[in-house]
């Protein structure tokens, strides 16, 4: 009889114990739950954003260059959007899904966390839909679209972006900086150089 008695009080308890371990796991499971809702509002939030403090739109470019002919968008005044990847000069910005494009830091200011953002080192010679102009001998950079004036030396090998042309010459920047004009026939090209635009002389 007291065995009896003492299997049905395990049993009784074996249920108990049962219910607490679901109701804990219940709770646990809301905890969760909370906790990633809480996870997915704070990073948001918490991202790296450009603001444009300009007060017009600000291009936003194919590469972090900045060049007329590698606009692919722009961002009005005011407006913000998240980085992604950062340069010295430049921040990687997602326009909307997986496009996105480069981003000229003095145009505005960043804001949020981002020290977390990754250094983006890729050579700019990687980038596509840059043209660039190679010298294969000793040649000069001239601040004149006739070749008159000269500027400073290209180095042989070098590669140097271009961002327009005549019928002559290539326009090519090497800094925001230091531009002007190089001799067609001292070098040659490569990349995306079908698209760079005539300026006449």
Request: hydrophobic residues 40%; aromatic residues 10%; proline residues 5%.
């Amino acid at each position: 009889m007291a065995f009896g008695f003492t299997r049905t009080v395990i049993a009784f308890l074996i249920i108990v114990f049962g219910i607490i371990a679901l109701i804990l796991m219940s709770s646990l499971g809301r905890t969760f739950e909370q906790t990633e809702e809480l996870q997915q509002t704070v990073v948001p939030f918490l991202a790296c954003r450009f603001t444009n403090t300009t007060p017009q739109t600000i291009p936003i470019y194919s590469a972090p260059f900045s060049a007329e002919m590698l606009e692919i968008d722009g961002l009005a005044d005011s407006q913000q959007l998240t980085v992604s990847k950062r340069r010295n000069t430049h921040v990687f910005v997602t326009i909307r899904g997986n496009y996105g494009g480069w981003i000229e830091l003095d145009f505005g200011v960043l804001s949020g966390n981002c020290e977390q953002v990754p250094v983006d080192d890729t050579p700019l010679t990687s980038f596509a839909t840059v043209c660039f102009f190679r010298p294969t001998e000793q040649t000069t950079l001239y601040s004149d679209m006739i070749l008159q004036t000269p500027v400073q030396s290209l180095v042989p090998e070098e590669s140097y972006v271009i961002i327009a042309q005549t019928d002559e010459a290539y326009q090519i920047r090497i800094s925001s900086l230091i531009g002007g004009y190089a001799d067609k026939t001292k070098g040659l090209t490569r990349g995306a150089c079908g698209l760079v635009p005539m300026v006449q002389g």
